[in-house]
């Protein structure tokens, strides 16, 4: 019987032929079928723990179109023992160029016979013996980052805006038209396996070949956690990432997680909203920092700010936010409450002290986990 494996796309991997032996045999014959399509074999050997004293043929004239044949063979007179043996290991490697989620090992007898000998050289009919296919599923791997950061290896929070990169993870192009967002998007469905061993279904945003955005299932809970991406052709990719209660990150202008902060400037005055300025402006090829004029002393200017995986903060206490290296208060942390996923921060109203502090880091801390550092420009 061959063992069933899985095998990233692009990498190596092992299938194991195994047997229930009943510990008269002394030679053992096949031939292993494989897709050429969506696998080569580099190579077949005894499997670690095979019977002492064991030899392995192969015969490799056919592995150009998926076949190989095999002999594992004992000493004359000697015999196996008796239950379950693993006997070869078969190291193939996954093409990249496939779009198979799964393919079959499977036994014939090109270009050698199926046959089991016993130690007294009698043979045992193949057709009384089970050759059982076992089946290799064929993963992609996957990149998973915050949408807004882009930041890797950072932990991710539950309700937050994902994106996963990688390769064939949609047939096509498609983005969300309706809220609730769609669990399935241009035929392409996303599955997070949580630390507790909940399985759920993840809101899509945009489904494309190279990239997914969608949002973190709600509950999904702290540790390490398992992400797998089908296609609409049944391609599989997977991915693993952590999961943290916070893990906050800014989104920005030039959506790269760089540069100016997505957001505005509020301008209050007397305590009555007077106007709402743009913090960001176009320079031909990319947003840049647009000067914010603090203006007369009667003025108060407050930041809002947009990002993602902090809206389950601890506190206003648990955060401390600057501008240039000057603590900024925060008047609020949480979800934004129209987008899906989306986050909210007001800073403010902001130091008369920055006046003249041109281009400076806004940095925000939430819960001891920092977000991405964004700019700011005061005149």
Known sequence: MAASASIERNSQGTVFIEVDARGDENTF????????????IIGAALAPGAPAGSSLLVNSSQSANGRLGIVLTMPIGQSVSAGHLRLIELTFHAREDGVSPS????????????QVVKADATAIPASSVAFVPGTVTLTRSIAIVS????????????????????????TSEASASTVPLPLELGGTRVRVRDAAGFD???????????????VIPEGTSSGPAALTITAGDGAVSTGTFDV?????????????????P???AYRYRAGVLISEEAIATWDGAKYVTKPIDLGPDTDQIFLVLYGTGFRFNTGLSAIQSSLAGKPITTAYAGSQGFFVGEDQ???????????????????????GKPANVVTIEIK
């Open 29 to 40: 014959g096949t031939s292993i079928n494989f897709d050429p399509r969506e696998l080569a």
């Open 103 to 114: 393919t079959s090992i499977s036994f014939g007898d090109l270009p050698l016979l199926r």
């Open 147 to 170: 949408a807004a950061s882009f930041l890797p290896a950072q932990p991710i929070a539950p309700l937050s805006i994902v994106s996963a990169f990688g390769r064939h993870l949609a």
């Open 200 to 214: 759920r279904s993840a809101q899509l945003f945009y489904s494309g070949p190279s990239q997914i955005n969608f």
């Open 244 to 260: 943290a209660p916070v893990s906050p990150a800014f989104f920005t202008s030039n959506s790269n997680g760089i540069g100016v």
């Open 262 to 264: 997505a957001g505005s």
């Open 345 to 367: 921060v007001n800073l403010g109203p902001l130091a008369r002290t920055l006046s003249s502090a041109g281009v400076s880091n806004l940095s925000l801390i939430v819960d």
